[in-house]
């Protein structure tokens, strides 16, 4: 079954929709879980070129990472945290490609029309390019 699942965290009511279900699928399957966030800001995105130091988001994503981290520890859950910067679909492959997980669980928010092609381009580009079969729970952020 799945040894290490990659949980592409967007520090949002929206994980509150996946966490459960990858705890679940954890313990079935004794899976290790990668949370991964990126981090998108400005300053986020010029991090590396302009040699920025973290900005308040960048500390604020570490530190829920962190707290997801313990929470799952706490349920006897083996996990590791990663943070990027920069565009979230190229950091979800690239983090599942170097920490070699089968599975890539993301939530879907359901937008429409002008919206999705806005918002939705994260997951269409992993559904895209990834070789890695997904897990996609649709959030309900009304």
């Excluded at 983090?95 to 939530?107: F, G, R, S, W, Y």
Aim: glycine share 4%; proline share 3%.
């Amino acid at each position: 079954m799945f040894k290490k699942i990659l949980v592409a965290l967007d520090h949002s009511k929206a994980d509150s929709f996946l966490l459960p279900r990858i705890k679940e699928l954890a313990h079935l399957t004794g899976a290790e879980i990668v949370l991964l966030h990126v981090s998108t800001g400005w300053a986020a995105q010029w991090q590396e070129n302009l040699n920025l130091s973290d900005s308040q988001e960048i500390k604020e994503d570490r530190e829920y990472l962190e707290k997801v981290s313990a929470e799952l520890r706490g349920e006897n859950l083996p996990v590791t945290a990663r943070h990027d910067n920069g565009e979230p679909a190229r950091a979800i492959l690239k983090t599942a490609e170097a920490e070699k997980c089968d599975l890539i669980a993301m939530t879907t928010h359901g937008h429409r029309l002008i919206a999705d092609l806005i918002h939705g381009a994260t997951i269409t580009k992993v559904r895209h390019e990834s070789t890695i079969p997904l897990f996609l729970v649709k959030a309900q952020m009304d």
